[in-house]
T-cell receptor, first 112, second 112 residues
């Protein structure tokens, strides 16, 4: 089983749609969880951290289910500018610097 | 978020030559930085952890004599690809930070 697995893409949605990405991780000792966004041929940029209580930032909502080792990202009212690859990222050394394990990413394409 | 710069942003070199990539943390001090590599349509893979004032830690399968890492100060880490071959052509990205990692813009290396 891969360490971090994501929904296979691509997701092609119209503007204004709501889209959800799922991610599972294999290491139950994982401590920190993130969603990054990566545009084509660019570096990943932090979108949001994921907390146990769930967190929301504007149109983006992230959820964590430790029991199921599952992370999700919900994007409401999709914009053309949301088109990118979304990376689920897990840090197994919680509370300190540690290496990040990346999922392969899910590509989102928002169409007019 | 924190700012990380990389130089050069892209480089083309001939097979057998060496290439040095610089990674700088511009507004924070980094005792640890990370070097990743990303092949087309693949996820980021951690190559090594760069430790200020001490030896780097390499991931399994990454040749330490080929990918030389130096972290001489709290704001600069360098990765030197020695005796480069076409299969080393890739997108190299560094990151720094604490719990949340911030990425440099990446260096696209093409070995001819």
């Amino acid at each position: 089983r891969k360490e971090v697995e994501q929904d296979p893409g691509p997701f092609n949605v119209p503007e204004g749609a709501t889209v959800a990405f799922n991610c599972t991780y294999s290491n139950s000792a994982s401590q920190s969880f993130f969603w990054y966004r990566q545009d084509c041929r660019k570096e990943p940029k932090l979108l949001m951290s994921v907390y146990s209580s769930g967190n929301e930032d504007g149109r983006f909502t992230a959820q964590l289910n430790r029991a199921s080792q599952y992370i999700s990202l919900l994007i409401r009212d999709s914009k053309l500018s949301d088109s990118a690859t979304y990376l689920c990222v897990v840090n197994t050394y919680g509370g300190s610097q540690g290496n990040l394990i990346f999922g392969k990413g899910t590509k989102l394409s928002v169409k007019p | 978020g924190a700012v990380v710069s990389q130089h050069p942003s892209w480089v083309i070199c001939k097979s057998g030559t060496s290439v040095k990539i610089e990674c700088r943390s511009l507004d924070f001090q980094a005792t640890t930085m990370f070097w990743y590599r990303q092949f087309p349509k693949q996820s980021l893979m951690l190559m090594a952890t760069s430790n200020e004032g001490s030896k780097a830690t390499y991931e399994q399968g990454v040749e330490k004599d080929k990918f030389l890492i130096n972290h001489a100060s709290l704001t600069l880490s360098t990765l030197t690809v020695t005796s480069a071959h076409p299969e080393d052509s890739s997108f190299y990205i560094c990151s720094g930070g604490w719990l949340e990692q911030y990425f440099g813009p990446g260096t696209r290396l093409t070995v001819t």
